[in-house]
């Protein structure tokens, strides 16, 4: 199925939750926020999110600086 990941078009495996996204993706999960269409999913809930066809995920990093 496809979905769009920061502005990409990607094609991912059905059935897939955020979690197993990262996982798959080998994105490192500290200090970063997902958006799925608009709406920010918090880290308790990366295990629930199922990713759907057409889905729009943003993944934001936090850096720290002054």
């Given at each position: 199925m496809n979905i769009i990941v920061n502005g990409d078009k990607i094609s991912?495996?059905?059935n897939i939750n955020l979690e197993n996204f990262l996982k798959l993706n080998n994105i490192n999960?500290?200090?970063?926020?997902i958006e799925v269409n608009k709406i920010i999913i918090t880290k308790?809930?990366?295990?629930e999110k199922k990713i759907k066809?057409?889905?729009v995920i943003e993944i934001i990093t936090a850096v720290g600086g002054g």
């Open positions: 991912i495996e059905k999960n500290k200090n970063i926020v308790s809930m990366w295990k066809e057409g889905d």
